[in-house]
C-alpha cells in the first residue's frame, strides 16, 4: 500500500484537490483554484527570487487594482502586490537566519538611514493615529516596497546586466500600455476629456500614467546613445523614446511636462558641474523673491483665464490657472486643508494614510471648488510633502524632503567622481527619473501605488549601489576605473 502510494502520489494528490475543489465550489468556495499558483509563486520565490522580482517589474504597469474594480474594496494589485508580499516574508527570514543578506555597505548609507527613519516613526505614529487599522495597513504597504523593491533590489542589482534588465522590463510592458491607451484615446479622436481616462484598468488616471512615462524618458535618451548597446538595441530605444513622448503629450498630464521640464533644468546642471552652494543659494533666492512679492504673483496668476483643453497651448498655459480651473483649485484645497491639519497635530499626525478619510471638515469654504467632497473618494493630498506633514506631523513631513535632498546630493556628487559610460548614463538617468517624480511629487502623490514605488525604490537602489561602487574604487590601493 505504501508502495503504491508512493509510485502514484502525485495522481492521488490530484484527485485529492479536484474532489475537495468540488464540495467547496458547492458551498460557494471558489478560491481554492488559486492554490496551484500560490505554490508556484512561493517556490519561484525561494528558488528564483531574482526571477520573481523581474517578473513583478515587468507586472507592473499592468497590474489591475482590485479597487479599481469595486471588488469589496480591496485596495491591492494584482499581480504585483502578493508577490511582493511573498518577497518581503521570505527576505526577512532570510535576513533573520543569514548574515551578508544585505551589503553592509546599503545599510550604513545616509539613504537607507533615512529610509529606516520613515518607517520607524510610521510605526511610532500608529498608536496616536485617529484609525490605527488604515494606518498598519500603510505601514505594511509601504514595509513591502521597501524591502522587495529596495533592499532585495539592491542585492540584485549589484549585477549591472541585472540592472539594465529591470529598466527594459518595465519599458517593455509599460510599451504595451501605451499602445493600448493611444489606441483607445484615438477611437476618440485625442480628444482632452477622454485622456483622462482611456488608460483604465492599468492606471486609474492619467496623472500617474503621466508621472510613470516621465520616469523613464531619461533612460529612453540615455539608452539611444548608450556604447553597451547594439545597434538593433539602440533602434527599439528610439522607437519607445517616440512612442513614450507621444504618450506623454496625448496623456495631457500637465505636472508630468513640468516635471521633464525640471529634470532637463537638473541635467544641465549636472554637465555644467554647477556647485550644490550654488543651487541651494539660488533657491534661496528664488524662495526670498516669491515671498516679498507673494501678493503681486498671486495677482498675475489670477489674471490668467485659460482653462484645461484640447488646445496643447491653452493647456500649458493653464498650468498657472489658480483663478477657474477646477483641478488647480482643488489641488489648493487640500493643500490648505493638510496645512490645517498639520497645524491641529503638528508632530504625530493623523496617521499614516488616514488624509482622505480625514481632511473634509478642514476645507474652507472659500477653498471649495465644484469637485470637491466630503467622502474621501476623490483621492489624497495631492503633495508627497504635504500628505506625510498631515498624516505623520512635523517629522514625516521633514523625513520625505530629506530623502529627497540627500538622494539629489549624493548623485549630484556622484556624477562628478563617475567617469563618463554606461555606468554613469545609467546613474543618470535614474536620478533624472528620480527628480521628474520629486517635482511631480509637489502636485501628486503616488508612493502608495505599485506603479510608483517600482520605479522609485528601485532608482534609489541604483543611486546608492554606484555611489558604493564608486566610493571603493576612489580608496587607497583600489584600482582606478579608467
Known sequence: MVQAFKANWVLVVCLLFVAVNMVLMANEFFWLPLLPAVLLVVWGAISAAEKVLLFIVFATPLSINLEQLELGGIGISLPTEPLMVGLTVLFLMKMAMERGVVDAGVLRHPITAIIVAQLVWMLACIVPSEMPVVS?????????????????GSRLMADTRYMHRVFWMFLSAMAIVILYTLGHH????????????????FFKDHTS????????????????????????????????????????????????????AGALGMLLVMRLRIPVWVLGLLLLVGGGTYWINEERITIALERNRDESSDDLAEHVSSISNISSDASNLERINRWNSALRMFEERPFFGWGPGTYMFQYAPFQASADRTIISTNFGSQG??????????????????????????VTALVALRLYRRMPPGDDRLVMQSAFLGLVTYYLHGALNNFLDTDKASVP??????????????????SEPGTLQRS
Open 380 to 405: 489624497n493630498a495631492h503633495s508627497e510633502y504635504l500628505g506625510p506633514l498631515a498624516e505623520q506631523g512635523l517629522p514625516g513631513g521633514l523625513l520625505m524632503v530629506l530623502l529627497v535632498v
Open 136 to 152: 498598519v495597513k500603510y505601514l505594511a504597504a509601504r514595509l513591502w516596497f521597501v524591502v522587495s523593491l529596495y533592499f532585495l
Open 186 to 201: 484615438g477611437m476618440y479622436a485625442f480628444a482632452h476629456d477622454p485622456a483622462h481616462w482611456v488608460m483604465w484598468p
Open 456 to 473: 522609485f525604490w528601485l532608482f534609489t537602489a541604483i543611486i546608492v549601489l554606484y555611489d558604493l561602487k564608486y566610493r571603493r574604487l
Open 209 to 260: 500614467y503621466g508621472a510613470i512615462i516621465a520616469f523613464f524618458l531619461p533612460f529612453l535618451l540615455a539608452a539611444v546613445v548608450m556604447p553597451v548597446y547594439s545597434r538593433t538595441r539602440k533602434g527599439v530605444a528610439w522607437f519607445l523614446l517616440v512612442l513614450f513622448t507621444t504618450g506623454l503629450v496625448f496623456s495631457f498630464t500637465r505636472a508630468a511636462w513640468v516635471s521633464l
